[in-house]
């Protein structure tokens, strides 16, 4: 489907309300939800494994969200099943109202505490109740990011435009309706500082930041936006400290910039002259940009520079607590090991190495290599970001503003997408969204596997087995049933099983095999005996929920027993 036609489908899908809504709230008539969608279908693909979503409702994305007292909440609850459907909520906290409409929850609750609700989604063929357990408190990001964000695909080419279009497709896609919500501008949208007191200010590919921000807010999205401690971020943009006390950038004075004002040295860098353009200014400004930040409506910052350092982390984290909004904290890159107890108290999110790329070499170090060591550090409110994910068409170093098809095999994209559901990470795609295939649709809405990564209990899968190029790690989830993911990082095809008594938790009854990307139950596993055996192909993966797994050790067993 060319770029063209799939947006004129979506204008003539899309009923999209009026802008003008105040920080934090939705619009008086929020963008309905019965729109149809823009699927890409290829039913001929031995690849797309992922079924279709069932016509009943079914709601997705996370069980516990997380937000401060005092300051706008926005959560849209993500169902899918034929439209129209209808929502409703048992249990809002005081100062919360939902509409039935988009499903779309927001308002502000100013008594901290922990909040169960049951929310309902009902359309014509029946309804669906789901437990949310709403954390009013200190701690943000309680399940890891799920969302989108501008520099794989528009780099620094990124503007105010292609946001609108890259939300309108995600909407388009129905991947809202798997919980997919923070749509994140990276680096590109900065211009100048206009003064020693003043907030950075967007260039003119953003004319209205905060008309931006209400567009998302009024369909049910979050709005992330990017800086760096440094007075120059690794783009040659603007960061949130100067090396003059105006707050001037010396590169824009002595004409070395774009239309942009971004920094542009002919022929690139050369050795060793990196740190005299990107160091930390003496004149620092992140209480100003954060309070600009807020009254726009941000919901995400990503804060870029290495080697990360515990003052500015600390110095941001400060600045964003005061500036009266909700604001997830995601640092950026290559997180030393060091630093891990500062990324815990005081991020929501870290980068855990450098620029993820669109080869099997750049995967396997990521996923099997970098991830494991953070085990320790991971949980609600703090996730190690195993960067974003190269699955779809990805910009193209050769050619600015174009993009290309991933470089990975299927198989490697399955690998891929299966490594950082288990392990955690945050899921931010990166690809054009306007030119889904069939393939990366299906990785990206699989609510079994997103049910993983969003688990509320936020264990991160352990390395069990590891034999020759064949890796075993489980995942235990929160209902007491354990995730089985089995990995050939080889060449060639390898056998791989297990058996329930090789598992290191006992399990005393049968449990159920269910192959979470195609959704079916594949055998009964009996306690004491029984295994499960598959062939799997180089870099492929098999992505497998025991059930009912350890419940006993919740009390049910024993309550049974008795």
Known sequence: M???????????????????????????????????????????????????????????????????????????????????????????????????????ISGCVRKAGSYRVELIARNALGENRRELRIEIGERLSLTPPLGWNSWNCWRMSVSQEKMRQSADALLALGLDRYGWSYVNIDEGWQFDRPGADAPLQPNDKFPDMKGLADYLHGRGLKFGIYSSPWIMCPGGSVGSSSSRPDGTSWWVEEGQCNEYHGFVKPG???????????????????????????????????????????????????????????????????????????????????????????????IYRIGFTVMDRWAAYTGPGHWPDADMLEIGRVADPKRPGQTRPCRLTPDEQYTHITLWAILCSPLLIGCDLSEMDALTYGLLTNSEVLDVNQDPLGYPAARVREEGACITYHKPLE?????????????????????????????????????????????????????????????GCRLLKLSPGLNYAQGIWWKDKK
């Open 479 to 539: 209902d007491g049933s354990l995730v089985v993911a089995l990995f050939n990082t080889g060449e060639a095809p390898a056998r791989v099983g297990f058996g329930i008594s090789e598992i290191d938790y006992m399990m005393v009854e049968p449990q159920t095999v269910r192959d979470l990307w195609r959704q079916q139950d594949l055998q009964t596993l009996e306690p004491g005996g029984g295994r499960f055996e598959t062939e799997l192909p180089p870099h």
């Open 268 to 362: 690139g860098y050369g050795p060793g002259e990196w740190d005299a353009y990107r160091y930390h200014g003496r004149y620092l400004h992140m209480d100003t940009d954060a309070r600009q930040w807020a009254d726009w409506g941000v919901d995400f910052l990503k804060y870029d520079w290495h080697p990360n350092d515990y003052f500015s982390i600390r110095t941001m984290h400060e600045a964003l607590e005061k500036s009266g909004r909700s604001i997830v904290y995601s640092l950026s890159n290559r997180a030393p090991i060091g630093l891990g107890d500062a990324y815990l108290r005081l991020s929501n999110a870290w980068r855990t190495s450098s620029d993820i790329t669109d080869e099997w070499r750049n």
């Open 2 to 104: 060319s770029r063209s036609v799939f947006f004129s489908l979506i204008a003539l899908c899309l009923c999209l309300p009026p802008l003008g809504c105040s920080q934090g709230q939705t619009p008086a008539a929020p963008a309905p939800d019965d729109a149809p969608l823009c699927i890409p279908h290829d039913s001929t693909s031995v690849y797309v494994l992922t079924p279709p979503a069932p016509a009943e409702p079914r709601i997705n994305g996370p069980r516990v969200y997380g937000n401060r007292p005092g300051t706008p909440f926005l959560f849209k609850i993500p169902a899918t099943g034929d439209r129209p459907m209808h929502f409703a909520a048992k249990g809002l906290p005081r100062g919360l109202r939902l509409d039935a409409r988009s499903g779309i």
